[in-house]
């Protein structure tokens, strides 16, 4: 193909996967009160799900109540003239994207598969399953195990003087940053795969490296969460399993290579 043809190929992708966004961005939007009442501010009410499971946690650990919390109030405001319908067209769409990101991840993989090797298609079978698999886990990660803790601090954060008022936009931001990220962290393995079944990467330089990579994993929880140490202790933790569970990954990539290859002498 020619490079025109490649762009043409390119685009008819982008359009696809903007027509799936749309879509479910549309639905989405048809039925606003219930998407934003239950799933936008979710993590605000008292009885979300999450609050009730760490609190029934904290009694079966025989706690008592020490563990349980509830949201801070506090009133989300649109300064805007017509902040509320803008951020209600933009929340659908982001959701929109959540909710179709097989099909767009699909989209750039039969872009990107013809380009491939032999070696490279095989060592990437299925990944458009598990790679959305991966990404949904790690926003439900965030949405349900992040967002409440970052709430109720950020949320119960106060300055004398000062009333707690975010906007809409602001909200809407930090939930994003709560959900987003952590849906892209938990690609992790299948990148590590995929590396390994090249001969990029070896279990032994992510071992070497284990010491470089907690760093960056501590610099990288700060840089997505908010500046509350149990929150950062949160995405932290699945970021250091993410990472022995690469190590694993990589090891049994190695091994069967090295079998395959014994095999073939």
């Known amino acids: ?73 506090f009133e989300k405001i649109a300064v805007g003239f017509a902040e509320s319908f803008i951020m209600s067209i933009k929340v659908c769409f982001v959701g929109g994207f959540f909710v179709a990101f097989p099909y767009v991840f699909y989209q750039v993989w039969i872009f990107i598969k013809p380009g491939l090797y032999k070696n ?48 809409i936009s602001s909200f809407v931001t930090y939930m994003v940053m709560f959900t987003a990220p952590a849906g892209i962290i938990f690609e992790l393995p299948i990148v590590v795969y995929f590396l390994s079944k090249i001969g990029l990467l070896t279990p032994a330089v992510m071992k070497k490296y284990r010491r470089h990579a907690i760093v960056a994993v501590l610099i990288l929880a700060a840089l997505i969460t908010p500046p509350d140490v149990v929150t950062q202790f949160l995405i932290g933790i699945p970021l250091f399993v993410l990472y022995e569970l690469s190590i694993y990954v990589s090891r049994r990539v190695e091994k069967k290579e090295k079998a395959k290859w014994e095999s073939g002498q």
């Open 1 to 73: 193909m020619s490079f025109l043809d490649h762009l043409e190929e390119l685009r008819w992708h982008i359009l696809k996967s903007l027509a799936a966004i749309t879509i479910m961005g549309i639905v989405l939007f048809l039925f606003k009160n219930w998407f934003f009442e239950n799933i936008v501010f979710g993590p605000t009410h008292d009885d979300f799900i999450s609050y009730r499971v760490i609190c029934n946690l904290s009694e079966q650990l025989g706690l008592g109540s020490s563990m349980c919390f509830t949201p801070p109030e």
């Open 120 to 167: 490279e298609r095989s060592a990437t079978r299925g990944i458009v399953a598990i790679c959305s698999f991966l990404f949904m886990m790690g926003v439900l990660f965030g949405y349900f195990i992040i967002s409440p803790f970052a709430i109720n601090f950020l949320g119960g954060y106060y300055i004398p003087g000062v009333t707690n008022a975010p906007t």
